[in-house]
């Protein structure tokens, strides 16, 4: 191990760096070849941008002027005093919060962003407190929508039971990291967000103004706070999610590859069918063609959803596999594709990993709750 450590360190990251890239590029272009596979990275990213980012920009733009109005007429407040004795003890959070869980529920990860960059919301927070508000939102993104997506393949009880065990992973990862960053950064335990005098301010301003000018000042500038989340998140959601689809997908269905979007090689379903036995201990996975929808939900959950009419028409799924699909694409939900950027946004870039990580454990947690409740919803 020393004798490794002291080879790492007489070579130079450049050559790591294009040593890997090299490899997996090298790999992925033996098997498409090297025009279609730049075809492929090119188109997907493209039909991403378009037809992925951009419609989430709209979804913050939106969202993020609902949020900016509820704070603007005491929505929040409200929220508050009705929902503390239930947040506090599960999430460790203030009761406002709930207002967030809502906001990503009904649309997705970055609308938690949108309602964190007002003062009169972030007030209620300790630092530690609204730092892991990236994984609490985010385990709720686009949740109504992966709810009534399965409703409409026909499962019904799995669907809730799946939201159940988003819950219980929202729980893990929220607290998980509420603890990673104590210990890293142990001021921001006791550290206010925002001073009283600000919000008091801020208050004061609002007051002020004529209710018209209110509602449109509300409106216009949670709009534009949503822009801005729009315009952050495309880094991740094109490379990231690009990569994983490259690795998941297969050729085209005449069995070559064409250079068309989400082409791709299936290594992680090659990985997932030499795991296999892990996965059905874990998650009750039958198939290792299973293991696609996770991994894709890593990237985008949207994308992910997009396999399931395949497993159904090829017979794959059952009742657990969507419960489990349910807890893990509503927890994870993009996260790898939009973590960087939601906490790049707050202004705590550097802990990006520890949010990673708690948010991988929390999804994983998520699915494991999801599949033994469902065994024990089946024996009942």
Same mark, same amino acid.
Request: charged share 10%; proline share 4%; glycine share 10%.
């Given at each position: 191990?020393?004798?490794?450590?002291?080879? !790492?360190?007489?070579?130079?990251? +450049?050559?790591?760096?294009?040593?890997?890239?090299?490899?997996?590029?090298?790999?992925?272009?033996?098997?498409?070849?090297? /025009?279609?596979?730049?075809?492929?990275?090119?188109?997907?990213?493209?039909?991403?941008? @378009?037809?992925?980012?951009? !419609?989430?920009?709209?979804?913050?733009?939106?969202?993020?002027?609902?949020?900016?109005?509820?704070?603007?007429?005491?929505?929040?407040?409200?929220?508050?005093?009705?929902?503390?004795?239930?947040?506090?003890?599960?999430?460790?959070?203030?009761? =406002?919060?709930?207002?967030?869980?809502?906001? #990503?529920?009904?649309?997705?990860?970055?609308?938690?962003?949108?309602?964190?960059?007002?003062?009169?919301?972030?007030?209620?927070?300790?630092?530690?407190?609204? @730092?892991?508000?990236?994984?609490?939102? #985010?385990?709720?993104?686009?949740?109504?929508?992966?709810?009534?997506?399965?409703?409409?393949?026909?499962?019904?009880?799995?669907?809730?039971?799946?939201?159940?065990?988003?819950?219980?992973?929202?729980?893990?990862?929220?607290?998980?990291?509420?603890?990673?960053?104590?210990?890293?950064?142990?001021?921001?335990?006791?550290?206010? =967000?925002?001073?009283?005098?600000?919000?008091?301010?801020?208050?004061?301003?609002? =007051?002020?103004?004529?209710?018209?000018?209110?509602?449109?000042?509300?409106?216009?500038?949670?709009?534009?706070?949503?822009?801005?989340?729009?315009?952050? @998140?495309?880094?991740?959601?094109? @490379?990231?999610?690009?990569?994983?689809?490259?690795?998941?997908?297969? /050729?085209?269905?005449?069995?070559?590859?064409?250079?068309?979007?989400?082409?791709?090689?299936?290594?992680? /379903?090659?990985?997932?069918?030499?795991? +296999?036995?892990?996965?059905?201990?874990?998650?009750?996975?039958?198939?290792?063609?299973?293991?696609?929808?996770?991994?894709?939900?890593?990237?985008?959950?949207?994308?992910?959803?997009?396999?399931?009419?395949?497993?159904?028409?090829?017979?794959?799924?059952?009742?657990?596999?969507?419960?489990?699909?349910?807890?893990?694409?509503?927890?994870?939900?993009? !996260?790898?594709?939009?973590?960087?950027?939601?906490?790049?946004?707050?202004?705590?870039?550097?802990?990006?990993?520890?949010?990673?990580?708690?948010?991988?454990?929390?999804?994983?947690?998520?699915?494991?709750?999801?599949?033994?409740? !469902?065994?024990?919803?089946?024996?009942?």
């Amino acid at each position: 191990m020393k004798l490794l450590r002291k080879l !790492y360190k007489l070579i130079p990251d +450049g050559i790591i760096c294009l040593t890997i890239v090299f490899a997996l590029f090298a790999y992925i272009a033996s098997q498409m070849g090297t /025009p279609q596979m730049l075809n492929t990275i090119m188109t997907t990213a493209h039909d991403l941008l @378009i037809n992925t980012v951009f !419609y989430l920009m709209a979804i913050c733009v939106i969202t993020g002027a609902l949020g900016r109005l509820f704070v603007e007429f005491g929505v929040v407040s409200l929220l508050e005093k009705i929902l503390r004795p239930l947040m506090k003890p599960l999430f460790n959070l203030p009761g =406002v919060a709930s207002l967030g869980a809502v906001l #990503t529920f009904l649309s997705d990860n970055p609308a938690i962003i949108s309602l964190a960059q007002d003062k009169r919301f972030s007030g209620y927070f300790k630092k530690y407190q609204f @730092i892991s508000l990236t994984n609490f939102g #985010t385990a709720f993104g686009m949740g109504l929508l992966v709810v009534v997506y399965m409703v409409g393949q026909g499962f019904y009880a799995a669907p809730f039971i799946g939201l159940f065990g988003a819950v219980c992973g929202c729980i893990v990862s929220t607290r998980l990291m509420q603890y990673f960053v104590i210990k890293s950064c142990p001021q921001y335990k006791m550290e206010d =967000v925002c001073s009283a005098q600000e919000i008091e301010e801020l208050e004061d301003s609002g =007051v002020a103004k004529p209710l018209f000018q209110r509602i449109l000042d509300s409106l216009l500038d949670g709009g534009r706070t949503g822009v801005d989340v729009g315009l952050a @998140i495309i880094p991740g959601v094109l @490379i990231i999610s690009t990569l994983v689809m490259l690795l998941t997908f297969g /050729p085209a269905a005449s069995g070559e590859f064409t250079g068309a979007a989400y082409e791709g090689v299936e290594l992680l /379903p090659w990985i997932g069918e030499k795991l +296999g036995f892990l996965f059905e201990w874990l998650f009750g996975f039958t198939d290792p063609h299973l293991i696609a929808f996770p991994i894709t939900a890593l990237g985008a959950v949207g994308a992910a959803l997009g396999l399931i009419p395949n497993f159904v028409e090829a017979g794959w799924v059952d009742g657990n596999s969507i419960a489990v699909f349910t807890a893990i694409g509503m927890c994870w939900s993009g !996260y790898l594709s939009t973590h960087t950027a939601m906490l790049d946004t707050l202004g705590y870039r550097h802990l990006t990993s520890k949010a990673i990580l708690a948010h991988t454990i929390g999804g994983i947690v998520a699915a494991i709750i999801a599949h033994w409740c !469902y065994m024990l919803y089946s024996i009942i």
